[in-house]
């Protein structure tokens, strides 16, 4: 890793002193909760970039470092370059948290004489926003554990599982609520609401469970994880601004859950726009597992404590697609390498589609199976003289997308991912705000 450069460290001492000023400014008004965020996210952006480019020697010579396989020089560079990004945003929310409660705290300490009411509002509302942040703590400490153990897949698909008990017992005693909306067609048989009770929880539990693993699912290339969490992480601010919009009536009831996670999300985007900076083609340094984990439990924090995970898993189409492409090798139907990342080719320097061999020919189900995805486009196929498949492409949707496409070179590979992720995740905001009439009678966002 090489050193700040003059123009680098300038620029990012501009910036922090730039973010210093807008927040010491913000405590001669109400605390500007929101434009504090952005400074903060600022000073993340600054913070992260410097400790990456600092810490990289250190985190090779601790024996974090790997090689990256798509280049024909394979140089060793840092790995578990996540776990700085982590922990810069811990800190970064953990200093935040007054802001939100500035009017508050004033209030209640400047003799106003209405210091137990407005203490115990005060407590109520930091107690909601404290619970939205710890559960990425944990998952965090986790992932640097599997980065450390290299843990098998089959172990590690269940340890966002852990980071999310904490998460449902804080929905369990804050909000409780495990209703659901029943579309018009069928409220004559189910009525408006139905209670599913605990199987409410067990879909909390599966979305904070697929969150991190289907990020850590979909990689394979240079800037493919930070790049799509970065495009999600914008989507969903995209989405809470729009309840925060002036054409939205106000006060709206889902405003100050949407606040909340623009206090999540705007420093994640800038610690994760940080590590881009170094992870994109020609990588730098690699993320880790620590990162995906990160990442996804960001997202499913915000998702089911602000009340929209529904809208969330709208804005992950990409990756559920991936999941279920990938299922058959994920649960051994078909054998499954240990890596599954595209195949470079040393000669052109382009990317290729990854291939598996079969020692014997697959079962009679699986064949036909996989024949009919090859006549859909869907995998590519080798047959002997038998017609027997010997060779199948890998089941992942960056394997398929250079089935698709040929043979690309890596960053390409990403942008077109990336295309399709913000097209997905666009549609899906159209889908829940406009579409979604068709099946219910309104839609809480109304302009």
Not at 160 to 170: E, H, K, N, R
Request: charged share 15%.
């Amino acid at each position: 890793m090489t050193d700040l450069s003059r123009t680098e460290t300038l620029s990012l001492f501009a910036l922090t002193a730039s973010c210093v000023g807008v927040i010491a400014n913000t405590f001669h008004g109400d605390g500007e909760p929101l434009i504090a965020s952005l400074a903060f996210s600022g000073i993340a952006f600054a913070a992260t970039f410097c400790l990456i480019r600092w810490l990289g020697d250190a985190f090779m010579r601790a024996g974090l470092k790997g090689r990256d396989m798509s280049k024909i020089k394979k140089t060793e560079i840092p790995e578990t370059m996540g776990a700085v990004c982590a922990v810069v945003y811990l800190l970064i929310i953990i200093i935040f948290i007054p802001f939100p409660f500035y009017k508050d705290i004033v209030a209640a300490t400047s003799g106003g004489g209405n210091r137990d009411v407005v203490v115990e509002l005060q407590h109520v509302e930091t107690g909601r926003y404290l619970h939205r942040f710890p559960h990425s703590k944990s998952v965090v400490l986790l992932g640097i554990g599997d980065d450390l153990f290299d843990i098998r897949w089959r172990h590690k698909v269940l340890i966002p599982a852990f980071a999310a008990i904490p998460m449902l017992i804080v929905y369990f005693v804050d909000f409780g609520v495990t209703r659901v909306v029943v579309p018009v067609s069928l409220r004559p048989y189910l009525g408006e609401l139905v209670d599913l009770g605990w199987l409410y929880y067990a879909y909390m539990a599966a979305i904070a469970i697929f969150c991190p693993n289907c990020i850590n699912i979909l990689a394979g290339v240079n800037g493919i994880e930070v790049s799509q969490s970065l495009v999600i992480a914008i989507l969903i601010a995209l989405n809470d601004c729009l309840y925060l919009a002036p054409i939205t009536p106000y006060p709206h009831p889902a405003t100050d859950s949407h606040l909340f996670s623009l206090y999540l999300l705007l420093p994640f985007i800038g610690v994760s726009l940080a590590l881009l900076c170094h992870n994109w083609f020609p990588a730098k340094v690699f993320v880790g597992d620590t990162y995906c984990y990160f990442a996804g439990m960001v997202f499913a924090v915000v998702g089911i404590q602000g009340h929209f995970s529904k809208t969330l898993l709208l804005l992950f189409v990409p990756q559920i697609f991936n999941f279920l492409y990938s299922a058959p090798q994920l649960f051994r139907l078909i054998p499954c390498p240990r890596h599954r990342l595209p195949k470079f080719n040393a000669r052109t320097g382009l990317l290729g589609p990854s291939t598996l061999d079969f020692q014997h020919p697959p079962s009679p189900l699986v064949s036909l199976a996989l024949k009919l995805l090859h006549r859909l486009w869907l995998v590519r196929v080798t047959t002997n003289s038998q017609g027997e498949i010997i060779q199948s492409t890998n089941l992942t949707i960056l394997n398929l997308y250079l089935v698709w496409r040929g043979p690309m070179r890596e960053d390409k590979v990403a942008i077109g991912i990336l295309i399709l992720q913000t097209a997905c995740g666009l549609l899906g905001l159209v889908i829940r705000h406009r579409l979604a009439l068709w099946v219910f009678d309104t839609d809480n966002l109304k302009f």
